[in-house]
């Protein structure tokens, strides 16, 4: 059987192994190189094989039908460049090409990869813009409220979530030493100023929303996951609002609406979104408090990507992803 042969440029970083791992245990696919510059000519296991890491100007991008750039945001938008060069289609995980970066925040020059909802643009693209962990988490949760208007215009859609440490990135920080996440519990980039901001108001936008968005993310002492908790002011209560969830998500493999909050145990290593929806008692104004889960690194990052692939080559959507 052909497998398609696929490149991954940042392979040593989180997402990048992740994403290495999926690779080797998708049955259409072949790691054709994964690069590393500082641990260039280093031999490291991925599933059942061994891979020897290149350095990014030694990465064969020729042989490549896909490339993942899983490099850092600001620096990945060159070697997507010389990856198009070679004629290799391009997955995207960094913030370079997504809606709400250099391009200004209505920009949607580039497909965003957020697959549920906007599959369509998917196929046939030459670059797939991979989304932001939180706001895979935050747009799948809401998107199905502003689709249908029922989110008052306006108002201000709260969300505070929280995310493992390999959110924070591979490179060595003090303030993610084991000694310093330990049984601690802290919010962080607060003053609504995190930069996955500008895409998830852009998306909002354009889905048809008008609502500011509040979001105060948190570290938590766990390697990987996300909890958002998202408060969202409605027109008015329906006897049971999940339907509207259950219905607009109907066939999606990973989309799960549960009828208790979930946790990370329901997501860690799988590529889904899980969500719940339960109706805000004692207040004025009725509100919907969503709980959506994910793992960072899988949905969040290199599943998604893999989605985003499948799609893109015309392969079975689910092929290759841990559901």
């Not at 510059?37 to 100007?57: H, L």
């Amino acid at each position: 059987m052909y497998k398609v042969p696929v490149g991954v440029l940042g392979a040593s970083g989180y997402a990048g192994r992740e994403l290495c791992g999926l690779i080797a245990q998708h049955p259409g696919l072949q790691l054709a190189f994964a690069s590393a510059n500082e641990q260039r000519g280093q031999r490291v296991r991925i599933g059942s094989s061994e891979v020897t890491y290149v350095a990014a100007d030694d990465a064969p991008l020729s042989k490549a039908e896909v490339v993942f750039t899983a490099l850092p945001h600001g620096a990945a938008a060159t070697w997507v460049g010389n990856a198009r060069a070679t004629g290799a289609r391009v997955v995207d995980l960094s913030s370079d090409f997504r809606p709400g970066a250099a391009t200004g925040a209505s920009a949607f020059t580039t497909p965003y990869g957020l697959t549920e909802l906007m599959r369509a643009t998917i196929p046939g693209a030459e670059i797939v813009a991979n989304p932001g962990c939180y706001p895979t988490a935050v747009l799948i949760a809401i998107a199905p409220l502003i689709t249908e208007g029922w989110i008052v215009p306006g108002a201000t859609i709260n969300v505070s979530a929280a995310s493992g440490v390999t959110g924070a990135g591979y490179s060595p920080r003090p303030d993610l030493l084991f000694a310093e996440v330990a049984e601690d519990f802290r919010a962080y980039s607060v003053g609504n100023e995190h930069r996955h901001l500008a895409e998830m108001r852009a998306v909002i936008a354009k889905l048809g929303g008008d609502n500011d968005i509040l979001f105060t993310p948190h570290l938590l002492p766990v390697a990987r996951g996300i909890l958002a908790t998202i408060t969202v002011p409605v027109k008015e209560y329906v006897e049971n609002p999940a339907a509207l969830w259950r219905d607009s998500y109907d066939g999606e493999p990973f989309i799960e609406i549960a009828d208790q909050p979930p946790s990370l145990k329901d997501v860690v290593r799988r590529n889904v979104v899980r969500l719940s929806v339960a109706k805000a008692a004692n207040m004025r104004q009725p509100t919907l408090i969503i709980i959506a889960a994910i793992d960072n690194l899988v949905k969040g990052a290199a599943g998604q990507a893999l989605q985003n692939a499948n799609v893109l080559l015309g392969l079975e959507e689910q092929t290759g992803l841990p559901a």
